[in-house]
């Protein structure tokens, strides 16, 4: 399985952006997905995930800013950002993990900076 992510950029504070992940294969349905991001200096952090079910989990970062959603029929994740701050600015990384074999496939990351 590859990840690759897609959607950062350059965003003023206030604004929003979409990020992407798609996944190659046939095999999104059984992948729990999230995302994760890193900022420089720092540890990489969970922002979000969501399981085969459809069930979340938004990290410390999200107070209510974030919405993360899948579509199977697109092997793809999203995170739907809004109201960034300069904060939020860290490359965001997709991670998957089967949930047969526990194997977890990471993206290569999307940097989004946010400006002040």
């Known amino acids: 399985v590859q990840l690759q992510a897609s959607g950062g950029g350059l965003v003023q504070a206030g604004g929003s952006l979409k990020l992407s992940c798609a996944a190659s294969?046939?095999?999104?349905?059984?992948?729990?997905m999230g995302w994760y991001r890193q900022a420089p200096g720092k540890q990489r952090e969970m922002v979000a995930t969501i399981n085969t079910s459809g069930n979340f989990v938004y990290g410390d970062s999200d107070k209510g800013r974030f919405t993360i959603s899948r579509d199977n029929a697109k092997s793809t994740v999203y995170l739907q950002t809004n109201r960034l701050t300069p904060d939020d600015t860290a490359v965001y990384y997709c991670r998957g993990a089967s949930i047969f074999s526990g194997r977890v496939y990471w993206g290569q990351g999307t940097l989004v900076t946010v400006s002040s």
């Open positions: 294969g046939n095999t999104f349905s059984y992948l729990n």
